[in-house]
């Protein structure tokens, strides 16, 4: 099976600007995460989508936002972005809901925000 | 909310010899613990995982141990490679909160040949 992919890889946005990134879970998973890694925070939990439901969500501003289409495909959008967002996303899918499932990143988008 | 806690920061060994690398967690409800391996500039890799029911796993060289009356879990390597070399990351995770995983702030482990 082709496993997770992301959209874009790499990304340069100005500050005040929005950007929509892009995540493809492996065939068959129906549970998609997303997280930020940045040097200083680590590893950070976003969201988690299932079934086009949103079930989790970290502890982020309103900034960030995401949704799940009908095909498990997910998107997350920043808003009016600031310079802290420069940061690795990466998506994350599992094939289970609950029982705390594998999960298996994608190779993530590296946003950088000048 | 669940804090996961990793130490040490760094550790470097010579090749052949074992690794350890210990993580505390918080909330007592937390019942799966991946660990994942990044080398630098790709995807973080599942690389052995244990639920609350089990005290220790083994996948080959790679062995991952939870105390769950301590709260804390741990990651062993034997016979250390240098191909090893790598940021590591435990996690925890509720399984009825759905896949969320709180992550600890990695090791980042240098085999020295």
């Known amino acids: 099976k082709a496993g997770v992919t992301q959209t874009p890889r790499y990304l340069i946005k100005t500050r005040g600007q929005q950007v929509t990134l892009s995540c493809s879970p492996i065939?068959?998973?129906?549970?998609v995460s997303w997280y930020q890694q940045t040097p200083g925070q680590g590893l950070q939990f976003l969201f988690e989508?299932?079934?086009?439901?949103?079930?989790n969500k970290g502890n982020f501003p309103g900034r960030f936002s995401g949704r799940q289409f009908s095909n498990s495909r997910s998107e997350m959008n920043v808003s009016t972005l600031e310079l802290g967002d420069s940061a690795l996303y990466l998506c994350?899918?599992?094939?289970?809901?609950?029982?705390?499932?594998?999960?298996?990143f994608g190779p993530g988008t590296r946003l950088t925000v000048t | 909310g669940e804090n996961v806690e990793q130490h040490p920061s760094t550790l470097s060994v010579q090749e052949g010899d074992s690794a350890v690398i210990k993580c505390t967690y918080s909330?007592?409800?937390?019942?799966?613990f991946p660990w994942y391996k990044q080398e630098l500039g790709k995807r973080p890799q599942l690389i052995i995982d244990?639920?609350?029911?089990?005290g220790e796993k083994k996948d080959q060289r790679i062995a991952v141990t939870l105390n769950k009356t301590a709260k804390h879990f741990s990651l062993h390597i034997t016979e250390t490679q240098p191909e090893d070399s790598a940021v590591y990351f435990c996690?925890?995770?509720?399984?009825?909160?759905?896949?969320?995983?709180?992550f600890g702030g990695g090791t980042r482990l240098m085999v020295k040949p």
């Open positions: 909330d007592s409800a937390s019942n799966y």
């Open positions: 244990i639920r609350s029911n089990v």
């Open positions: 994350a899918s599992s094939l289970l809901r609950d029982r705390g499932s594998e999960q298996y």
């Open positions: 989508y299932f079934s086009e439901t949103q079930r």
């Open positions: 065939s068959g998973h129906r549970s």
């Open positions: 996690a925890a995770s509720k399984g009825n909160a759905g896949n969320m995983l709180t």
